[in-house]
């Protein structure tokens, strides 16, 4: 199971004051996918997913929450706490996009 790091998001306009990240990617890699594709890959196992915090250099993992009324999203998970990590990434190049 491939082991990959994100290091840049694509957000929507904001809706109700709340940012909602739409696509992840990054660009050394050359690839951008949707959150349904990264929520997909995760439930299938067929990769994890990473950020590391640009100060101090940890590992976050990347896992799905899944709240009742709303479609699955992603978040981080370091230090045994849920964070928000991805939203303090860069925004994706579009030629990222592969």
Same mark, same amino acid.
């Given at each position: 199971?491939?082991?990959?790091?994100?290091?840049?998001?694509?957000?929507?306009?904001?809706?109700?004051?709340?940012?909602?990240?739409?696509?992840? !990617? &990054?660009? =050394?890699?050359?690839?951008?996918?949707?959150?349904?594709? $990264?929520? %997909?890959?995760?439930?299938?196992?067929?990769?994890?997913?990473?950020?590391?915090?640009?100060?101090?250099?940890?590992?976050?993992?990347?896992?799905?929450?899944?709240? !009742? &009324?709303? =479609?699955?999203?992603?978040?981080?998970?370091?230090?045994? $706490?849920? %964070?928000?990590?991805?939203?303090?990434?860069?925004?994706?190049?579009?030629?990222?996009?592969?």
């Amino acid at each position: 199971m491939p082991d990959v790091r994100i290091t840049c998001i694509l957000k929507s306009q904001p809706q109700g004051g709340h940012d909602h990240i739409t696509h992840v !990617g &990054n660009p =050394a890699g050359n690839w951008m996918w949707t959150v349904a594709q $990264v929520v %997909n890959s995760i439930d299938a196992k067929t990769n994890t997913f990473y950020v590391l915090d640009p100060v101090s250099g940890k590992r976050a993992d990347v896992g799905v929450v899944r709240p !009742g &009324n709303h =479609a699955p999203y992603l978040r981080t998970y370091a230090d045994r $706490v849920w %964070n928000d990590n991805l939203l303090s990434l860069t925004s994706c190049p579009w030629s990222a996009a592969a």
